[in-house]
DNA sequence: ATAACAGGAATGAATATTCATTCCGCTTTT
DNA sequence: AAAAGCGGAATGAATATTCATTCCTGTTAT
């Protein structure tokens, strides 16, 4: 007996993975319903209309990924030990929700997000807002507005996970070992 | 007396923006029309059809890009040089094509681009890919597939361009040498 | 010099297509 | 048997594209 929701988290799995590969505005009901393998009426069941869809799917996986980083956060620890945990909280994310981040990042500033999904993203940089700042007064990170430090590790990351989704990089172990440690002396503070 | 072909110009110029701004799928054609103060049948009168016109924007673009990387490159001098010519080139070509870098990084791996638009996409990817296949043969760069220190580099300058473009920050000459040196950091191999 | 004219350029209303949304009959559950 | 869930054809609005017509600009004839 499947559980009592599927179609509705199949409308979300399917407009996922359509918006992150062909975005919001070329992305159609028809197509989502097609590949939900659900009638175009029933997404109209569990949402008003295509803009709550693509809020409640933003809003969802903001939230989690916002969870997946807070979880088991080293606040405590030296600051290499933050950054990895931020990275590997990236990494994890994405293999457990694949078009997840690829999905929010190419949204993130998109007409059609609502007040609810700005609000819970400005939540989300404020994660690394706060790490970048600390990591200034204390001379570890580089004097750079924490707007641009996000901006290189995001835009890296995001720009990296693209190849290995197109399937012209592989994503070994390596391979993200050593991005991370690209992206640290990125935005650590050089002496 | 104008130049003949200026209302060609005025719709390229026109999709330009609205593509940078809104994206292709979410920019009409009387949108274009209307903000290049032309007739909407004109543009058809210069391109065969929407896709046409983006293709041809796309190509026009990568082309002047690649040429102004090309151009005045130091072939022959240090490693360091050479970089800060190609992110030079890069910020030059943004502030004289303001929303062109932009316009190609959202459509590089977008559904409409034909053979000649994506050909012309590789080799421009081609000039950082040598330049990074050179620096790791002399230990200068760090030993990561070069597919991935280009897209640490495009990736976190296309950001950092979003937000300025989003008026978050100002693209200061500071600014500027930091990103460059932080990026420098990112793909060069320390000692 | 002026007046008709030719032909390319431009227009925007008309048409064809696509898409979000609705509606209604069928199926499953309670 | 009623209610809720569902599918997918039907609808209407929005959009790309076409096309009949007008507008220039330069040329030829008077």
Not at 42 to 56: A, G, H, P, Q, S
Not at 125 to 139: A, P, S
Request: charged letters at 25%; glycine letters at 6%; aromatic letters at 12%.
């Amino acid at each position: 007996m499947p559980t009592p929701t599927t179609k509705r988290d199949d409308v979300l799995g399917s407009a996922l993975t359509l918006f992150a590969e062909r975005g919001f505005d070329a992305t159609t009901i028809p197509m989502i319903a097609n590949d939900a393998k659900v009638g175009a009426g029933t997404i109209y069941r569990y949402f008003d209309n295509k803009e709550m869809l693509v809020n409640t799917l933003f809003q969802h996986y903001v939230t989690l990924f916002r969870e997946a980083l807070e979880k088991g956060y080293p606040g405590e620890s030296g600051i290499r030990e933050q950054f990895h945990h931020l990275f590997q909280g990236m990494i994890r994310f994405t293999n457990e929700h694949d078009h997840a981040l690829y999905f929010i990042k190419t949204h993130t500033s998109a007409y059609f997000l609502d007040a609810e999904s700005r609000e819970q993203f400005s939540h989300l940089l404020m994660i690394f807002e706060t790490f970048f700042e600390e990591g200034k007064k204390h001379d570890d990170i580089r004097p750079l507005p924490s707007k641009a430090l996000i901006a290189i590790i995001f835009g890296s990351f995001l720009q990296l996970y693209q190849l290995v989704r197109a399937g012209e990089l592989e994503a070994t172990e390596e391979l993200l070992a050593g991005v991370e440690e690209s992206c640290w002396d990125a935005v650590r503070r050089h002496s």
